[in-house]
């Protein structure tokens, strides 16, 4: 299930299931997106990316989904492994902008 | 070589102690960035520099200093800290501050503790 709160929001699956992790944004100039990936103790690491002008995109394994209209994105990590127990960011920027990073989803894999 | 090299890996530093953070990389990346990590929050933005020279600060107390000798490295120098300054500091290169598919790489950080 998932938590929200004063804590890092949390998202417990079962290994080999599917998991979905969201994620809202708030500049409606952003035109980048990216999902890190950060385990503990190291720093975060790239999973994929899209621009503004798609609404899908594939790697392994892995789909990023945005939906401009209501301003949300989505990491799908599919069949879900237990190396895959990490927290999850998304970053957004726009023309010359750093990123800026969303809150963060801890994921946990549960075997 | 992929990648961005941090060290130290760990410091432990009373508040008046000067120290210096280092950061490496040798993608021929023109832009490198500082972020601060506290636990379970994103990074924060510190400090971007642009070929070189300093793009962004974002109101960082000048007890941090950042200082790019050369196109691949990437100082912070510290003085004066106070115990709240405790975080993972973590710098990150990307290609240029401009345009789509601006993937920014980051290094693993520091472990930062100020007594």
């Known amino acids: 299930g998932e938590s929200v709160g004063l804590h890092l929001p949390t998202l417990s699956v079962q290994e080999g299931d599917n998991s979905i992790i969201n994620c809202a944004y708030s500049n409606s100039a952003s035109d980048y997106f990216i999902w890190y990936k950060q385990e503990s103790g190291k720093g975060p690491q790239f999973i994929i990316d899209?621009?503004?002008?798609?609404d899908k995109r594939q790697g392994q394994r892995v789909t990023v989904l945005l939906n401009k209209t209501v301003k949300h994105l989505s990491l799908q990590i599919a069949a879900t492994q237990p190396g895959d127990s990490a927290v999850y960011f998304c970053?957004?920027?726009?023309?010359?902008?750093?990123?800026?990073f969303g809150k963060g989803t801890r994921l946990s894999v549960i075997a | 070589d992929t990648e961005v090299t941090q060290t130290p890996k760990h410091l432990v530093m009373g508040m008046t102690n000067k120290k210096s953070l280092k950061c490496e990389q040798h993608?021929?990346?023109?832009?490198m960035y500082w972020y601060k990590q506290k636990a379970k929050k994103p990074p924060e933005l510190m400090f971007v520099y642009s070929y070189e020279k300093l793009s962004i600060n974002e109101s960082v107390p000048s007890r941090f200093s950042p200082e790019c000798p050369n196109s691949s490295l990437l100082n912070l120098h510290l003085h004066a800290l106070q115990p709240e300054d405790s975080a993972l500091y973590l710098c990150?290169?990307?290609?240029?501050?401009?345009?789509?598919?601006?993937?920014?790489?980051f290094g693993p950080g520091t472990r930062l503790t100020v007594l």
């Open positions: 899209i621009r503004s002008n798609m």
């Open positions: 993608m021929g990346h023109r832009a």
């Open positions: 990150a290169s990307s290609l240029n501050l401009a345009g789509a598919y601006n993937e920014q790489f």
């Open positions: 970053a957004e920027s726009s023309g010359n902008t750093p990123l800026v």
